[in-house]
């Protein structure tokens, strides 16, 4: 017979699917009419960009455009010059869970371009990158916390857990129209632009989340009367508020933001010279919210009067511990080789991988950037290296080493430097860091019991109470199982305060 539950629904987040797309990148571009012939190709960059995320029936899929951006030196003048296409991309992964409510996450990574040039004004691209998609959901667990039925004794266990009310991704965009400061000349061509997303206060309040954070936004551009691109970085504060019903102020949220896409588009001011730019920006915030919530479950089970059989399941439950949004500066020192430096024309830095794990304590979050270099040559003019840096950023938490799970974001908000010799740069990065930091728990339930009413157990011939001896250690719960007891019994009956035995001695078991 089996016997009627009652229990509890609680939710976590759970990665339904994972896996990479490779997107090959093979085209011809022949430079627009307003762009002066090639004199020598200096760099050629490729840089990904999601604009959707899609969960079919049968498959994942994004929608994008990779933007390539062609540094050269032009024949006239020998300036440095850039021409950008936008390349659309499709791609998409088999997927056949049927999980309601899943959530797509979408990342990408570039694998290399090359460029050569045909000739001055046509060039033969080559290249790749890999789209990272992970269809995550909101997945719950049916824990059985009561059982009714003929003389049953349950094993009860309880943990502080997190409860995910909700999982999902939304959209939002930042605009802004800056100004190029007094004294500045006009912009002639934009070199280089990028933007990063960095939150720095997030708060729940009921049926929404609010996101207050700072874009920080580059252009590296040339003018017609400098040899050497200009630089402007500016910080644009935004404050999102996104809809979510079922949440109140008591919850915990998690956001990663993402820069989707970027536009930059100069605008004349009155005198008609390019002293202006409208900033578009569109955004993706991932969010999880948590409250936080006490599990109960039944671990065991048997009855005094049948034999039971039990079906179990194994769980993964999670508590939340929070967010950290922090920044960190780093500094590392590059050689150039044979570069000996006459001035530095522009520098980059991203990051192309990040790690978190535990070590000496805290956790620690190490990767590599790779750090993009035009540099003027004393000899050679303008020439561009590439140099790979690692990074490292320490968190405490006073945590067991294998107690949390980390996932961490790093990206790089901006990079100076300091020419420190003649061939010589020290690198200072500041990085922008996110980490969610869990508690895993893994829980085995039981989820249904079945009295065998056809063996029932004996009645005669059972002593009222026996002695057995226990070892330092034992629990309870098996000493009442094998003698057809009670914890609760044993534990009064012999004036104890704990489920397990604290030092070897004789009980009083009673049935």
């Known amino acids: 017979m089996e016997c ?10 759970e990665v339904l699917f994972e896996g990479n797309c490779e997107q090959a990148v093979d085209t011809d571009l022949t430079l627009p009419d307003y762009c002066p012939d ?25 929608e994008g455009f990779a933007r390539l951006s062609v540094i050269y030196l032009d024949d006239r003048d020998k300036k440095i010059r850039c021409c950008d296409r936008d390349l659309p991309f499709r791609a998409s992964l088999p997927y056949d869970d049927a999980a309601d409510n899943v959530t797509l996450l979408a990342d990408a990574r570039v694998d290399y371009v090359n460029c050569r040039a045909v000739s001055q004004r046509r060039l033969d691209v080559h290249g790749a990158f890999t789209i990272h998609m992970t269809a995550v959901c909101r997945r719950e667990n049916q824990l059985v916390s009561d059982v009714q039925g003929d003389g049953l004794r349950l094993r ?3 943990r502080e857990i997190s409860d995910l009310v909700c999982c999902t991704r939304a959209g939002f965009g930042i605009s802004e129209a ?9 912009i002639s061509s934009i070199i280089r632009s990028g933007a990063v997303l960095c939150p720095e206060e997030i708060q729940c309040a009921p049926g929404k ?27 644009i504060p935004f404050s999102q508020f996104f809809d979510l019903p079922g949440i109140d102020e008591s919850c915990q949220p998690d956001v990663t933001l993402r820069c989707d896409m970027l536009e930059v588009s100069p605008r004349t001011d009155s005198d008609g010279e390019y002293r202006r730019v409208d900033v578009e920006i569109r955004g993706t915030a991932d969010i999880r919210v948590y409250s936080d919530t006490t599990a109960c ?23 939340f511990l929070g967010s950290v949004y922090d920044t960190s500066v780093q500094k590392q020192t590059v050689d150039t080789g044979d570069i000996r430096i006459e001035s530095v024309c522009d520098l980059w830095a991203c990051v192309t991988d990040s790690r978190a794990a535990f070590r000496d304590g805290k956790i620690t979050v190490t990767g590599s950037m790779a750090v993009g270099m035009l540099l003027r040559d004393v000899s050679r003019g303008v020439v561009y290296t590439e140099k790979n840096v690692r990074f490292e950023y320490g968190l405490s938490r006073g945590a067991q080493e294998n107690s949390l799970r980390p996932e961490c974001r790093v990206a790089v908000r901006s990079c ?3 020419v420190t010799g003649d061939n ?22 039981v989820s249904a019991v079945e009295l065998d009413e056809s063996r029932p157990k004996p009645e005669e011939n059972r002593p009222a109470a026996v002695l057995c001896f226990a070892e330092a250690g034992e629990e309870l719960w098996d000493i009442a199982r094998e003698y057809n007891s009670s914890v609760e019994s044993i534990r009064l009956d012999n004036g104890l305060d704990s489920d397990v035995v604290d030092e070897s001695r004789l009980l009083i078991v009673t049935a």
């Open 4 to 13: 009627k539950a009652a229990g509890e629904a609680v939710f976590a987040s």
């Open 38 to 62: 090639i004199g020598r190709l200096l760099k050629c960059r490729l840089e990904p960009m999601i604009t959707s995320r899609e969960v079919n029936a049968d498959s994942l899929a994004v």
């Open 156 to 158: 009860r266990e309880s």
């Open 178 to 186: 800056v100004e190029l400061s007094e004294g500045k000349a006009p």
């Open 209 to 235: 989340v609010t996101v207050r954070g700072e874009a920080f936004f580059t252009m590296v551009y040339c003018t017609e009367q400098d040899a050497d691109p200009e630089r402007l970085e500016i910080t």
């Open 297 to 319: 479950w039944i671990s065991d089970a048997y009855s005094v009067s049948y034999e039971v059989s039990c079906a179990r399941k194994q769980m993964r439950l999670e508590k």
């Open 416 to 418: 100076g430097y300091t």
């Open 424 to 445: 010589r740069l020290e690198i200072q990065a500041e990085l922008c860091l996110h980490c969610a930091l869990f508690e895993d728990i893994s829980a085995r339930a």
